[in-house]
């Protein structure tokens, strides 16, 4: 059976203030949640509390690949539903409880969270077979496998039906936008831009850099695409004019035996910390943070570089690779940038050209996690505004 799926118009412009604001019912669909940790995790859980603060009665419906977390519970106000996911040690989230939940459901609106998991299609599809206004956000993250880099453009294409159904689609960075623009044949009218939040500096009065050598801080979880390798690889070319610097490494995830087993053989493991901060713990991450003379990201894809923006706001100075949304922080004159294929011998050098004058921006003002609960909020309320017309 073939499934024709029309195209969404857009939504009519009309005063926000003119819907009703009373208890709205909204449902969060995404791959993980928390005791999960990663950007997209994050991003969910920061939004669902505050929205749950403003009096949205908020559920948020996740896979559990393990089956041992529980089936429902109540966190921080937010009512969280698992379903059974497989396979269990791969990330594709095969989740067939997630549509008949949403079809057994009285939401007002679905908002799903990341494309690039089975989660996504079955989320839109029972939105759409029974009636539920949806919005998308894409969370583009890049992955440490090749093939599934290289059959993203085929899933894009897959999607575009369901994709072209949803209200909107919410980019979380502006270059998102054209991207998916061109990849989509869709008018940038149906296009939102809502960036990530921040609440790392709220409160926080930095230290100074540390006293203990130059440290050097590469954030992110540990995968591959991430490019914590190429910063190791750096050190002893840096070492050799540098011998004071340290590099701490700031993350969990499945990589760390490969960065830990570089470190060994380029005989700089007394040089690399790989320390993880807890994801909740703002303020140690913030105090972290300040001691760092530079902080690096050399990942090979990354769609609202958050922890680069927080250093940035904590008066750091950063060296990216001129790739994806870190493209766009060098443009705005934000961070320095070299390209994704350096050499070991080039990423040292603008590490200490960085050290030796470091470009730090006067000033940056950071979203905060208030303000994009807020600005989805509104979104909401404009999808129910133009579905009840």
């Known amino acids: 059976m073939t499934i024709v799926v029309p195209q969404a118009p857009a939504l009519q412009e009309a005063p926000i203030e003119s819907v009703e604001r009373g208890p709205l019912r909204a449902l969060l669909v995404t791959p993980r ?19 749950a603060r403003n009096g949205v009665d908020v559920t948020v419906l996740t896979a559990d690949p393990g089956g041992r977390l529980p089936t429902e519970e109540q966190l921080a106000g937010v009512t969280v539903r698992r379903v059974r996911a497989w396979p269990t040690e791969r990330d594709y989230y095969f989740a067939p409880g997630i549509y008949r939940v949403i079809a057994s459901g009285s939401w007002d609106i679905v908002h799903v969270q990341s494309y690039h998991t089975l989660v996504a299609p079955l989320a839109m599809l029972a939105a759409l077979r029974t009636n539920i206004p949806y919005v998308v956000t894409f969370h583009g993250g890049g992955h440490s496998s090749r093939l599934r880099n290289s059959l993203r453009g085929m899933q894009r294409m897959l999607l575009r039906p369901l994709l072209a159904r949803a209200q909107r689609l919410v980019a979380i960075a502006s270059f998102e936008i054209a991207f998916f623009e061109k990849q989509l044949r869709l008018p940038r009218e149906r296009f939102v831009c809502i960036p990530n939040g921040s609440d790392l500096s709220s409160g926080v009065r930095p230290a ?27 050190l002893p070319y840096l070492l050799d004019r540098r011998p004071d610097v340290h590099l701490w490494i700031a993350g969990t995830g499945p990589y760390e035996p490969a960065l830990r087993r570089l470190a060994r053989e380029l005989r700089v493991a007394d040089r690399v910390e790989i ?4 994801a909740d713990d703002r303020q140690t991450m913030a105090l972290e943070l300040s001691k760092a003379a530079l ?37 705005r ?22 050290l030796h004058q470091p470009l730090v921006p006067a000033s940056i ?16 309320y404009a999808v129910l505004l133009h579905h009840t017309i």
């Open 295 to 331: 902080v690096v990201l050399l990942s090979e894809y990354e769609t609202h570089p958050l922890a680069v923006l927080e250093a940035l706001a904590l008066g750091r100075p950063a060296l990216v690779a001129d790739t994806s949304g870190l493209s766009e922080l060098a443009e």
């Open 333 to 354: 004159g934000l961070v320095r940038a070299i390209p994704l294929k350096s050499s070991a011998e080039q990423v040292a050098s603008a590490v200490l050209d960085q």
């Open 33 to 51: 949640y928390v005791p999960f940790i990663g950007g997209v995790e994050h991003h969910v859980s920061q939004i669902a509390q505050r929205l």
């Open 365 to 380: 003002d950071l979203p905060t996690w208030d303000e994009c609960a807020a600005d989805l909020l509104d979104l909401y």
């Open 275 to 278: 320390r993880a901060v807890p």
């Open 208 to 234: 100074s850099t540390t006293a203990d050598g130059t440290l050097i801080a590469s954030v992110g979880r540990l995968e591959r695409y991430k490019g914590h390798h190429r910063i190791i690889a750096a």
